[in-house]
């Protein structure tokens, strides 16, 4: 795990512990969820319908139907927001390792498109095109661009309207909750597989993606094939306490596994270093000592 991804999981608990004090209100509903499982999650449907005739703008501010950017190809879907600095930096990451793994038999814009959907309600365009704007950089770098560009059209950033965020999160059974006093959203991490006509192909839980998997994912859903359940992963450190009726971070819990990995660890060095000071060879000093008489 490179650096920038450990720190990325300290934003992301930063985050969570924002989130902690305030109760979540459910972007479908307008109610508060009880529950961690009802606050956050994510709800396979396979075979499930994407709306394709939700409105949502591109990172240009142009408003389109989303039947216009998805239609053609089998896409990757990432609901995300952009301005996310913990578990959708790692999302971002783990897409990258997938395009990168991908090598050159599988073409972004060509052979498959990727989207992004912001599910924070108070970003627009603007925060769409910073967030393309950094992830063509990348894709520059990896050479992932292609000869005519094919990859800045393969990868799109979009936004929409509350309503039109719940129609496409509530399709793919993406749960999430906005607290509006605090401007915090709380969310899992996850990406799905759609076929060409927007259909929930694959799920793909957490922030890791194994290209080979997602190369089959991505054939399966270009053939109009229905995928295998994903085994299920929260990505998330709340938990439910009942006698504040909020969510608060187990970090008592956190910090009981880390010590006692650090225990573990620390132990395991003093032993074997003790080992291998027992084994090495007692050296006599031969010289004799400058008091000595030589014979």
């Not at 605090?182 to 927007?198: C, K, N, S």
């Not at 299920?232 to 938990?239: A, D, K, S, V």
């Not at 956190?254 to 000071?277: D, E, F, N, P, Q």
Request: hydrophobic share 40%; with cysteine; charged share 25%.
């Amino acid at each position: 795990m490179t650096v920038a991804r450990i720190l990325a999981l300290f934003a992301l608990a930063g985050t969570l512990f924002s989130a902690a004090n305030a109760d979540l209100t459910d972007p479908m509903t307008g109610g508060v969820r009880k529950s961690v499982t009802q606050q956050m999650g994510i709800d396979q449907k396979l075979g499930s319908i994407v709306p394709l005739s939700t409105r949502v703008y591109d990172e240009k501010g142009n408003e389109m139907l989303l039947r216009q950017v998805i239609g053609q190809k089998p896409v990757i879907l990432m609901p995300i927001f952009y301005n996310c600095q913990s578990a959708c930096t790692l999302v971002f990451n783990g897409v990258f390792d997938v395009v990168r793994g991908f090598r050159k038999n599988l073409k972004l814009g060509v052979d498959y498109d990727i989207v992004a959907i912001s599910i924070h309600p108070k970003e627009t365009h603007v925060d769409a095109a910073k967030k393309k704007e950094a992830v063509m950089a990348v894709l520059e770098r990896m050479d992932r661009l292609g000869p005519n560009r094919e990859g800045e059209m393969g990868w799109r950033f979009l936004t929409a309207k509350p309503e039109g965020i719940a129609a496409i999160t509530r399709a793919v059974g993406f749960r999430y909750g906005y607290n509006a006093e605090r401007d915090v959203v709380t969310h899992p991490a996850g990406i799905m597989v759609l076929t060409p006509d927007g259909v929930v192909s694959k799920y793909f839980y957490g922030v890791s993606y194994v290209p080979k998997l997602m190369d089959g994912a991505l054939k399966d859903a270009r053939d109009k094939r229905i995928g295998q359940q994903a085994e299920t992963i929260l990505f998330g450190c709340l938990e439910f306490d009942p006698t504040r009726s909020r969510y608060v971070l187990v970090v008592d819990r956190v910090l009981k596994i880390a010590g006692t990995g650090t225990a573990i660890v620390l132990l395991m060095t003093i032993m074997y270093w003790g080992y291998r000071y027992r084994q090495q060879p007692i050296v006599k000093n031969s010289t004799p000592n400058q008091g000595e008489n030589k014979e």
